[in-house]
């Protein structure tokens, strides 16, 4: 109640998504890995969400409209993704 996010129930898997993101990939877990004292999951992508509002050229999800936080664990911080810089396999052909 106190973040003001709905959690929605998932036809395809057993986790629910929250509405008001405007990107959801739903995934199935195919494996757990253990690493020291976390796991890493690995999944299938089974579905995608998408809002209109956050897709860019091409009808592809846009990741400067999306804005997605990242999560650090060495420092146990939440950090945004910046701005485009250049295009990938490019941007360094004139250094």
Same mark, same amino acid.
């Given at each position: ?6 959690? =929605?129930? /998932? $036809? *395809? =898997? $057993?986790?629910? #998504?929250?509405k008001?993101?405007? !990107?959801?990939?739903?995934?199935? =877990? ?6 020291? *004292? ?7 992508? %089974? +579905?995608?969400?998408?809002?209109? /509002?956050? !897709?860019?050229?091409?009808? %592809?999800? $846009?990741?400067e409209?999306?804005?997605?936080? %990242? #999560? +650090?664990?060495?420092?146990?911080? #939440?950090?945004?993704?910046?701005? #485009? *810089? ?8 004139? %250094?």
């Open positions: 109640a106190k973040t003001k996010l709905t959690p =929605v129930k /998932s $036809d *395809l =898997v $057993d986790a629910p #998504y929250i008001e993101f405007s !990107l959801i990939l739903e995934c199935r =877990v195919t494996s757990a890995i253990e690493i020291g *004292l976390h796991t890493q999951f690995i999944g299938e992508i %089974l +579905d995608v969400k998408c809002e209109e /509002s956050a !897709l860019g050229k091409n009808e %592809l999800p $846009d990741i409209k999306i804005r997605p936080i %990242l #999560y +650090d664990p060495e420092i146990c911080a #939440y950090h945004g993704i910046g701005k #485009y *810089l250049g295009d990938a396999f490019s941007i360094g052909r004139t %250094l």
